[in-house]
């Protein structure tokens, strides 16, 4: 194996033996390796050994005499019985054999004694060579704590949080304004959810204060309360780091680790969807700042929560060892860890810097447990009667176990690893589906199945590729779509507003600006959320009236608005602002199921909308619930209500019906339907525009749409999604699982990595079923954001605690009381009883109790240099703000040309890296 400006291993076995230097004796040397472990482990590190040449002594228990690891390796020696306390854990017993059969060196795999200090010193003090870090550094790494303060101390950053204690509203105010929202408030004196409330405004603190005060003293007999940043839709991502003997070090790039269930790993990618490579270099300058201050050595991984969001990351902890998923980055670099662990140990520098490390393509790793997922993950021991492995290109198969391998009940049930890799994520993902669905297993149960599910689940795939786009992405087709003849181009808002701020470091007004220079004759349309604008928090009405200024300010000629709950109070000031600045309306309609949601309910909606002023109504169907059928019905019944008033269709494709139920609706008579580029459409986005468009005017509809060109738009994405590592869109299977609860995917995949955390996702059909049941009770809430989490959360806190509603969120009760507006329907009594108020809620529209934020946004946060500042001041606080600023302009070039020279040339002036290139005419 060698590596990019590095050695050929294979090359330099010095006759058999490793170089070691060890404080005593820097001339002799390792040529026996004593593996401290068992199964695929023990057996990959036999195989690094052997190609460096050196012999191997294998350990094992009564119950592994007859392991793929005690055949491979030159010598094996029983240690003990199958409780691991008297063989594998033994530390006695494994370094009186590593002497008596005249070992070297130890190497302690994974798990089992492997962030053991004390056995690391123990080794040391009897002249073994131990293939891993100092004791000092696995002790300082051990205690999670000192590891937080250490990583603390040299600025890197872990989850903010309050110094102590907090003892009043007012500490916990500024605990608030010091780390932002949302803040999650714990009791300090015990867990399981009492006394716990998150709290996404400062608006919302106080009630949440005293509340979680009160229940924390009624179950733990003390008060106390401590706060931290509440992480939400975050990832697990980790940096491999390796160090030698002098003082160098580098780090491997990243793998994402989010799939995981009670804190073990299933899956793991790299590199992490979530990722940009300017992320990538500062989380790894953290973990090799990490690194040096301890003083490491060897290989080891640094792991990070990420919010994909705002792009912060979190230390958590370091793990002192190989990983179990260390052929991810194998895969991706080229370099063989397992090798570099025994060359480090011995003395030898890395030989390689961080400028020869490269991650080319994309890998996924899956662990195939013997378990079985229908039953909770219950380990299934037992005899392997068939076994069957993938094989190809691009397929790596880590294993111990063969047809006849008995699994037995002592160890972990780890079978295989099953590792592939390919140009990019999409490639990849389909290589890992065709090498599940040819891995043969019989006589145990196995999570291949499994696996095989999450792989075509919308959310792995998906992985937020559509509101990532930069400005320089889009920009290079915006021609080609100004000249098709659409009646309109989504361009920001909402989530995408966000994601601009916070992830990109896009200023969306500036983008508004650039984009509507470029696209001059097709009208450019803004989203807001009514009284909510780009996020979930309410703002006053003056808010909402400049931002529609300023929408026509920077170019928006289209505007959609919309509430959530369908309550058209909440919209009444976003349409006649959007009017009096000359913006054309349209008017969302959030489509939902249940007795409520009739064709009659939406109708009358429409005629409430359109006396408000909206120019035309959009039937929005989030979750892709619409089917062929339901459309038949509630479009007649809406170009009723609508008379001349154009009525529109979005719906989306998460259920597989998208596609249909857009044709059923063009034939019902609406006269606009929203698509996406055929290279980003289908799964949870929208049906796409070149074969909606073909099938209309095959049904006999004219259609003013240019779509010669599209396919030219669709293979720049596709472009950009390979050169990205993003991936394409997929048409997804018809899914009834969404009619039953109605919550997003997204929402779903989310909730489970919680419920992982704390061991409960076999729980997951019950929250569901009480998701149901607590929309019901809530005036059958329309599941889109924010009020799907909030169902939910209220769920799940029904589920663990048995009492219904005995605790309550306080967006629930401020949602009952009705601070977010008119639900649709009456509040169950069972929920009114247990919130105070609730029989006298608030009637008024929700945003004629704001007062005006503007004026104290420019005496607080001011001056600013414009209308547009002031604004994104209010949305976001001084940090985000300030991080914008610090980004610049936005970058409009991308390096994609005309023809595939001028591309060329592109991409090889944005990597300098790169010294010399060499072009074979074919």
């Known amino acids: 194996m060698s590596w990019p400006g590095g050695r050929d291993l294979r090359r330099e076995r010095h006759a058999g033996r490793v170089r070691i230097d060890t404080p005593g004796d820097r001339a002799s040397s390792v040529k026996r390796v004593l593996i401290a472990n068992r199964g695929e482990i023990a057996v990959r590190v036999i195989r690094a050994c052997r190609q460096l040449g050196l012999e191997t002594v294998a350990v094992f228990s009564t119950a592994d005499r007859e392991a793929a690891h005690t055949r491979l390796a030159d010598r094996a020696i029983c240690i003990g019985p199958p409780p691991a306390a008297g063989s594998y854990l033994n530390i006695p017993a494994l370094v009186t054999t590593a002497l008596g059969s005249g070992c070297d060196a130890v190497h302690p795999g994974y798990g089992f004694l492997a962030e053991n200090a004390g056995f690391a010193e123990t080794c040391e003090e009897h002249g073994l060579c131990f293939v891993g870090p100092p004791p000092s550094a696995i002790q300082a790494m051990g205690d999670k704590v000192r590891a937080r303060e250490l990583a603390a101390k040299i600025g890197v950053s872990v989850v903010p949080g309050s110094d102590g204690p907090i003892a009043t509203l007012a500490e916990t105010a500024s605990v608030g304004r010091r780390i932002g929202y949302p803040l999650l408030l714990k009791a300090a004196a015990g867990g399981g959810g009492r006394g716990m409330r998150v709290v996404r405004t400062e608006s919302a603190l106080a009630d949440a204060f005293v509340g979680a005060q009160a229940e924390a003293g009624a179950a733990f007999g003390d008060p106390t309360l401590y706060a931290e940043r509440f992480l939400e839709r975050v990832r697990h991502v980790e940096i491999q780091v390796v160090a030698d003997t002098e003082g160098a070090a580098v780090h491997l790039g990243e793998r994402d680790c989010s799939l995981q269930r009670r804190h073990q790993k299933l899956l793991e990618e790299a590199p992490s969807p979530a990722v940009t490579p300017a992320l990538r270099a500062s989380m790894g300058d953290a973990a090799l700042a990490l690194v040096r201050q301890i003083g490491y050595r060897n290989a080891g991984t640094v792991e990070f ?257 919309y509430d959530a709950i369908n309550d058209m109070r909440n919209i009444e000031v976003a349409i006649r602002a959007a009017r009096g600045a000359g913006l054309y309306v349209l008017v969302w309609l959030v489509y939902s199921l249940s007795p409520i949601h009739t064709d009659e309910y939406f109708a009358e909606k ?144 989310n909730m489970m990595s919680q419920l992982r955390e704390v061991g409960l996702e076999h729980r997951l059909d019950e929250i569901l079923e009480e998701t149901a049941r607590v929309r019901k009770e809530l005036g059958y809430l329309v599941m889109v954001s924010p009020f799907s989490q909030y169902a939910m959360t209220q769920a799940v806190l029904n589920v663990l605690h048995g009492d219904r509603y005995t605790i309550i969120p306080d967006e629930i009760r401020r949602y009952v009381l009705g601070h977010y507006g008119r639900p649709a329907a009456p509040i169950d009594p ?55 600023r610090d980004a610049g302009p936005i970058r409009t070039d991308y390096p994609i040309g005309r023809t595939p020279l001028v591309t060329l040339v592109k991409e090889l002036a944005s990597r300098p890296g790169i010294r010399s290139v060499m072009v074979v005419k074919k």
């Open 830 to 884: 069972l929920v009114l009883d247990r919130i105070p108020g609730s029989h006298a809620p608030v009637t008024v529209r929700p945003g004629e109790l704001l007062p005006p934020a503007l004026p104290r946004a420019r005496r607080e946060r001011g001056p600013f240099d414009s209308d547009d500042d002031l604004l994104t001041s209010v949305f976001y606080n001084p940090e985000h703000c300030q991080k914008l």
């Open 606 to 749: 429409a005629r409430e909308a359109i006396r408000l002023g909206g120019d035309a109504i959009v039937l929005k169907d989030a979750s892709g619930l619409l089917t062929p059928d339901r459309v038949k019905t509630i479009i007649p019944a809406l170009k009723a209500a609508c008379g001349p008033v154009p009525v529109h269709l979005v719906t989306h494709c998460t259920t597989g019906l998208g596609p249909l139920s857009v044709l059923e609706g063009i034939e019902a008579g609406v006269d606009t339907v929203h698509t996406a580029t055929s290279a980003l459409a289908h799964g949870a986005s929208e049906p796409p525009t070149e074969w909606t468009v073909r099938h209309a005017r095959r049904l006999g509809f004219d259609v003013p749409v240019n779509i010669d060109r599209l396919p030219d738009v669709a293979e720049h994405f596709r472009y950009v999604a390979a050169r990205e590592g993003k991936p394409l869109g997929e048409i997804a299977e018809y899914d009834p699982f969404y009619y039953e609860h109605q919550i997003p995917g997204g929402m779903i995949s």
């Open 305 to 561: 929560v990420l919010e994909p969001a705002s792009g912060r990351f979190y230390f958590i902890e370091m793990n002192t060892r190989i990983q179990v998923e260390h052929p991810v980055t194998e895969m991706l670099t080229g370099v063989d860890l397992v090798t570099t662990q025994l060359r480090i140990a011995a003395g030898e520098p890395l030989g390689f810097g961080q400028a020869d490390v490269v991650m080319r393509g994309h890998a996924i790793e899956c662990r195939i447990n013997a378990e079985d997922p229908a039953l909770d993950f219950r380990p299934g021991p037992g005899l392997v009667t068939r076994w069957q492995p993938p094989l190809g290109e691009g397929i790596r198969i880590d294993t111990h176990v063969a047809a006849g391998t008995t699994v037995t009940p002592f160890y972990d049930s780890l079978l295989a690893k099953v590792v592939v890799a390919d140009g990019d994520r999409p490639a990849a993902i389909a290589r890992m589906r065709r090498a599940l669905a040819d891995f043969d297993v019989q006589g145990v149960p196995t999570t291949i199945a499994f696996h095989r599910r999450v792989l075509e689940h919308p959310d792995f795939v998906a992985c937020l590729w559509a509101t990532r786009m930069t400005t320089a992405q889009m920009l290079p087709v915006a021609g080609i779509l100004d000249e098709a003849g659409f009646e309109c181009i989504e361009l920001v808002g909402g989530a995408v507003f966000d994601v601009c701020v916070r992830f990109l470091r896009e200023d969306p007004w500036e983008r508004m600006r650039i984009v509507s220079r470029v696209i001059t004759r097709t009208p450019l349309m803004g989203l807001e959320r009514g009284q909510s604008v780009f996020t979930f928090e309410l703002f006053p009405d003056d808010v909402v009236e400049l931002t529609m200024q300023r929408f026509a300010a920077n170019g928006m000629k289209y505007v959609t608005t």
